[in-house]
């Protein structure tokens, strides 16, 4: 019946349902069909279906919901792929209008030409829908300076579960839309007036208070935040606020989180933009992941304030926050001026959902009681007594949030693996119901109640209230079909739990995840669908994720994957184990960049998960021919190498009728082109021209006849060694020259292994994690005498570089030798930028008038960063401009069949189009040799490695 009437995508198979089975909750509901709206007449056109077969509808934004608030049993409505139009903006009302699925930040790009903005910015806004702010009434850090989502909307377009579409306003006969909501109110004023609308963040069940006359008969408002029980937004005027002149963000130490919170009601008096807390817990977890240089100086404390003082100037701004900080009672301050100190300090807290996704002993932690709010009076008492009830309960977690108005977010590590988990969950979180209900608070501060909380409404409210909430579903959405087990007759707080129906796949063969207790299930569960992964964050540096970013599909979203993985685990929709069709389906268009082991604050890494896959699939088996073509590239490259086959395979390939035989038999797309073979690798070269000194580790040796710089009387040149990997080795050894040649002029006795050493790289990505850990075995034995007496290793590509400081040590775990390798190896930029003993303080030849376009290796991002590169290239006098994003072309993927068309349209994104741009003379660089294959095949651009663009400018 949907497809008859819907002309947008209507999906009911296995893999979409689970994609769809989740939110950023803890519950699983896999819908009975998934509808991808492409406009609002297919919106209409599933309520009426719903309506007439009497199927629950749900309907979803972004999905990160965190209370289970945008999952449902029958049919899912999912906005935010094609209804993203922007209506009307008007600078003298200072409104918009917009459809549900238009992302937030989409929106504040829009208005920000007109000095405008939409206040509420929650930590997801650069993927939340407005549909799903409007459902569930959210806040963000401005809220205290701006108000919720309830207070910027102006008017509704809706429909409800009886089929009435109307448009709910505000005033006079505002309520006559719906018979009986106007007498409703009248019968239990005095309720609604002793009981809601205490404070600003009390959100749990309907806001009926602004239903009153006094404030406004306002049913608009009262519709925001009924998380999709009583109506579907099909549109909103919301209203626009001016941007900040100036703002500047104090950040204010504190002995803890509760001595934090006691000094926010005098910071209130100040009248900030934004007060947030931030535990010192949680920045460690930054450290660990992304590195020290990620976290800005901070004050001492072990917890934060955040606060944010604008003003019409700068100097007001800063007038403001000495006034403000001189009332904070705080251990320590700084003022943190707008640069990128402020935005790494925005990112941390915007990531805290992610990175507070596992305690501080490492164990998972879980949302539920994820964002309760209190008076902020109240929150400093309230928050000790929450320290003391996870202590009772044996569990700990990261608090951080909107301390301004009272609104703790939180991550709990409540045991969810077994079902013997659920009694402790249910019990944890009825006390801390009671405890909230105790300070007044409210079960929801801004994500909902849903399935989460909805249960525990009675704790906090009255029979009265309770039975006006039942009496405004009756009158809205008589037949329960809207959302249903939310808010009103709701399901069981415990029902419908995802972690604890999932099977454990304890490692094998391949990788051991030994962060995740060596469970594939525990790493896949790291997803908790924070969905940053749908988001387009190119423009601060981010490559997560190049497959979704030109799809736009859930299934090629490292989330969605995630999900089916998660249901491979289950075992019920998707129930064919590591061969199901479902997982190979969503792992297809996977890059394998691992920009998602970098960017996801949660630490997914979806190409470790891929290659586990895959080599679970076909071990013992026959694999598609790719596996062997593209898999095996180095032995096929050592091969033609060894028998001096060079010319004539160039020579073949460049026929092109024979090239297409040769991609097509090795399930490579036939568009592209093989690159050419070196007549000479860089072993052959070397092995012809070094000086031939013994293979000794900690020998030394020069290239014949380098003019490398004399030794400094009573000092030793630093000894590195060169490791050209297999691409290097055999299709660019001019780039690993170039290294040799730069490492001598800075100063260092360059040793080269005399035989070569494979990584692996090719096997992982293809999922041949047996042959790969033999490949790395032979590697240790070349490299690993050179690491172990501490002989720094320097790379020449970064993927392969990545594989020794990443995959190394998780599929060679208990060799002391993978250990001293994974650490002693680095990029040349590191090395030339390194203080001493590593770093030789050497000066760069000059690249002033030099225009850079460099495109590092997603690897690189991922693994290694590309600060040490920037750093170089600045140093050196060079203009920069560094892309953010894939190539495409991402090692094999871009070769293979059927992944021709997303490989060229995710070097659209960034690559192409700064190829086009890019002024005559202006110099592409790409240390990844994919990366300058991509920018040669698909643009005629060749590139150039960092080694080559120094080495050309060294004095002769």
Not at 223 to 251: H, K, N
Not at 929 to 940: E, M, V
Request: hydrophobic share 40%.
């Amino acid at each position: 019946m949907l497809r008859r009437v819907v002309h947008g995508e209507v999906d009911s198979s296995s893999r979409r349902r689970a994609e769809y089975s989740t939110d950023a909750s803890n519950y699983r509901v896999p819908p009975a069909v998934v509808v991808i709206a492409r406009d609002v007449d297919d919106v209409l056109a599933a309520h009426e279906v719903a309506r007439t077969a009497g199927v629950p509808l749900t309907m979803r934004g972004g999905g990160t919901s965190v209370a289970g608030n945008a999952v449902g049993t029958g049919i899912v409505v999912d906005t935010s792929r094609h209804l993203t139009a922007i209506g009307h903006i008007d600078p003298e009302a200072r409104t918009a209008v917009v459809e549900p699925g238009v992302v937030m930040s989409s929106l504040q790009r829009a208005a920000a030409p007109h000095g405008l903005r939409f206040g509420p910015d929650p930590s997801t806004q650069n993927r939340a829908t407005l549909g799903g702010m409007i459902g569930n009434n959210a806040c963000g850090p401005h809220a205290v300076a701006y108000g919720r989502t309830a207070d910027n909307v102006v008017s509704l377009d809706v429909v409800d579960g009886t089929g009435r579409r109307f448009t709910a306003g505000a005033g006079d006969g505002a309520l006559d839309v719906v018979p009986g909501l106007g007498s409703l109110v009248t019968a239990g004023m005095s309720t609604i007036r002793t009981e809601l609308g205490r404070f600003g963040r009390q959100v749990s069940g309907y806001s009926l208070e602004h239903l009153l006359p006094e404030h406004g008969t306002d049913l608009a408002k009262m519709l925001v935040g009924t998380e999709g029980t009583l109506v579907t937004v099909l549109g909103a005027t919301v209203r626009l606020v001016p941007v900040a002149d100036a703002a500047v963000l104090v950040v204010l130490g504190y002995p803890d989180m509760p001595s934090a919170a006691d000094a926010v009601p005098a910071l209130l008096a100040h009248d900030p933009l934004a007060i947030e807390g931030l535990d010192a817990r949680l920045v460690d977890v930054v450290r660990r992941h992304r590195g020290e240089a990620q976290v800005p100086d901070l004050p001492e404390g072990a917890g934060w304030l955040m606060v944010e003082m604008g003003g019409a100037t700068r100097e007001e701004a800063l007038e403001r926050a000495r006034a403000m900080a001189a009332d904070a009672g705080a251990l320590a301050g700084r003022v943190i001026p707008p640069g990128a100190e402020a935005t790494a300090m925005w990112q941390i807290r915007a990531d805290g959902a992610g990175l507070a996704g596992r305690t501080p002993d490492g164990s998972q932690a879980w949302p539920g009681w994820e964002d309760a709010a209190v008076p902020p009076e109240r929150l400093g008492a309230y928050l000790r007594d929450f320290d003391a009830l996870m202590a009772e309960h044996g569990v700990d977690g990261l608090p951080y949030g909107h301390f301004g108005d009272g609104c703790i977010h939180v991550r709990i590590g409540l045991p969810l693996e077994r079902g013997e988990d659920v009694p402790g969950f249910r019990r944890f979180m009825t006390e801390a119901a009671r405890l909230v209900a105790r300070y007044g608070g409210s079960l929801s501060g801004e994500h909902g109640d849903g399935r989460a909380r909805s249960e525990l409404l009675p704790l906090i409210y009255s029979a009265d209230v309770l039975d006006l909430f039942g009496g405004v579903k009756q009158l809205f959405d008589p037949n329960n079909l809207m959302n249903p087990g939310v808010l009103v007759d709701p399901r069981p707080v415990d029902a419908d739990l995802r972690r604890p129906h999932a099977v454990p796949l304890r490692r094998t063969d391949g990788f051991t995840f030994p962060h995740d207790g060596g469970d594939f299930t525990t790493a896949v569960h790291r997803c908790v669908g924070v969905g940053k992964c749908r988001a387009d964050s190119t423009a601060a540096g981010g490559f997560m994720c190049p497959s979704y970013l030109a799809t736009r599909d859930e299934k090629d979203v490292t989330r969605g994957r995630a999900r089916v993985l998660q249901e491979m685990a289950n075992g019920t929709i998707v129930g064919d184990g590591w061969r199901s069709r479902e997982v190979h389906e969503v792992l297809d268009l996977c890059l394998s960049c691992k920009a998602c082991s970098r960017d996801c604050p949660a630490g997914v890494d979806m190409a470790q998960y891929k290659a586990e896959v895959l080599h679970r699939t076909y071990r013992r088996r026959l694999r598609p021919v790719n596996h062997y073509a593209l898999g095996w590239l180095p032995r096929w490259t050592r091969l033609v190498d060894r028998l001096r086959l060079a010319t004539v395979a160039n020579t073949a390939l460049g026929v092109r009728p024979l090239a297409r035989l040769v991609l097509k038999v090795g399930g490579m797309d036939t568009r592209r082109s093989i690159p050419r073979f070196s007549r000479e690798s860089f072993t052959r070269w070397w092995q012809r021209n070094g000086d031939g000194v013994e293979h000794a580790a900690g020998s030394s040796r020069r290239p014949a006849g380098a003019d490398a710089p004399p030794a400094v009387p009573g000092e030793e040149r630093p000894r590195v060694v060169l490791w050209a990997d297999s691409f290097s080795d055999g299709f660019d050894p001019d780039a690993p020259r170039a290294v040799l040649e730069v490492l001598v002029a800075a100063g260092y006795d360059v040793i080269v292994p005399d035989e070569p050493a494979c990584c692996g790289l090719t096997w992982i990505s293809t999922g041949q994690l047996t042959g790969a850990r033999k490949r790395l075995q032979g590697l240790l034995e070349v490299l690993g005498p050179y690491a172990v007496n501490g002989v720094p290793i320097v790379g020449v590509e970064p993927s392969c570089t990545a594989v020794l400081r990443s995959d190394l040590v998780e599929l060679i775990p208990d060799d002391p030798r993978a250990v001293a390798v994974s650490r002693s190896t680095y990029t040349l930029a590191e090395v030339l930028t390194a203080p001493a003993p590593l770093g030789t303080a050497w000066t760069p030849p000059s690249l002033e008038g030099v225009t850079v376009v460099a495109q590092p290796h997603c690897h690189q991002h991922s693994v290694m960063g590309f600060d040490a590169d920037k750093t170089l290239l600045t140093r050196a006098g060079a203009t920069l401009s560094t892309l953010a994003g894939c190539c495409g072309l991402a090692g094999n993927f871009g070769m293979e069949k059927g992944h021709y068309d997303v490989s060229v349209a995710v070097a659209e994104n960034a690559l192409l189009p700064a190829l086009r741009d890019a002024e005559p003379g202006t110099v592409f660089l790409a240390d990844g040799f994919s990366c300058r294959t991509q920018a040669d095949q698909l643009a005629g651009r060749g590139g150039m490695h960092l080694a080559q663009l120094l080495a050309e400018r060294l004095p002769r």
